[in-house]
């Protein structure tokens, strides 16, 4: 038998919260287009009043045109749980979901589709905001294993989505 919780081998059983914070352009990052409206211009840039990266997407089309940013995020060794799972930072160009939003989608590390609580789909706001996710049902979290997150911007008629910093709050094993 394996033993995963190393606290047992030892009376030090101490924890530490972790927030990992990645700002674009995201490391581990891949751009897809699903082979259908995808037509647009994802770019990085930065907003010099709020000091923050953000992708950028958008279309000139008159119909949703839509792209995937994907982030595989590898669970550290030391992994025990999410502490406050995760936190997204976006802002739209209209305040209107048919114009231009984001969804958020996790795979765990068995690659299932994760349950979110908490607003994923449809997000667009016209000033810097940040949602706040959190993992339910069963998923796996296998430490040392990688997570899939996938973001999804989509925008027409000249609209803007963008994607700022991705937060990771976890729980470890306080290996000092």
């Known amino acids: 038998q394996r033993v995963i919780d190393r606290r047992i081998l030892s009376s030090d059983n101490r924890e530490d919260t972790v927030q990992d914070v990645l700002h674009p352009e995201f490391k581990n990052a891949s751009f897809v287009g699903d082979g259908s409206s995808n037509v647009g211009q994802l770019q990085i840039s930065y907003d010099a ?32 749980r999410w502490a406050d799972s995760l936190h997204v930072t976006y802002k739209s160009s ?3 979901s048919a114009d231009n939003a984001l969804e958020v989608q996790v795979y ?22 940040t949602t706040h996710l959190e993992f339910t049902g069963n998923p796996t979290w296998t430490p040392g294993q990688d997570i899939t997150i996938r973001f999804r911007v989509s925008a027409k008629n000249n609209a803007e989505i963008d994607l700022g910093a991705l937060s990771l709050d976890y729980r470890k094993l306080n290996t000092r």
Do not use: C, E, H
């Not at 000091?51 to 030391?78: A, C, E, G």
């Not at 068995?110 to 000033?127: C, D, E, I, K, R």
């Open 49 to 80: 009043v709020s000091l923050k990266n953000f992708y950028s997407w958008t279309s000139t089309r008159s119909s949703l045109q839509d792209y995937d940013i994907m982030v595989k995020y590898r669970l550290p060794p030391q992994f025990l």
């Open 94 to 96: 209209s305040a209107d």
């Open 108 to 129: 765990d590390t068995a690659g299932a589709l994760v349950t979110l609580s908490g607003s994923a789909v449809n997000l667009a706001n016209t000033s810097w905001i």
